[in-house]
């Protein structure tokens, strides 16, 4: 097995509860048939959740993320995903609680634009 996929295979195992919300609401294709996969690679980095197809990445991010070093390593990090072609949604831990809905409906707003 190669480095990565057991790196990948490792955040999965340590992922938060905010994360272990997201995928339940992502997981097995719930919405618009569209695969999302957990602690994915792309390019150096690994990201929360992409969906290849719709070339969607999306990042939650907790209370760590606030900090001004790690919300200028965020944003290179964003800016390079970007620069590969894929689209960042960026979701706090507050806001998958309090309005997990508002994350569905921005990855079906994506597919919507991607499909004209």
């Not at 955040?11 to 905010?18: F, I, K, T, V, Y």
């Not at 992502?26 to 792309?42: I, N, Y």
């Amino acid at each position: 097995m190669s480095s990565r996929t057991d790196r990948a295979r490792g955040l999965r195992q340590s992922s938060g509860r905010a994360e272990e919300r997201v995928w339940a609401l992502l997981r097995g294709a719930k919405v618009g048939g569209h695969k999302f996969r957990r602690q994915h690679p792309v390019g150096p980095y690994f990201v929360d959740f992409a969906c290849d197809r719709l070339r969607l990445i999306i990042e939650i991010d907790g209370g760590v993320h606030r900090l001004d070093d790690v919300a200028v390593r965020d944003l290179e990090r964003q800016q390079a995903l970007e620069a590969l072609g894929w689209t960042v949604i960026r979701v706090t831990n507050d806001q998958v609680y309090e309005a997990p809905e508002l994350l569905i409906e921005a990855v079906r707003l994506h597919a919507r634009r991607l499909n004209g």
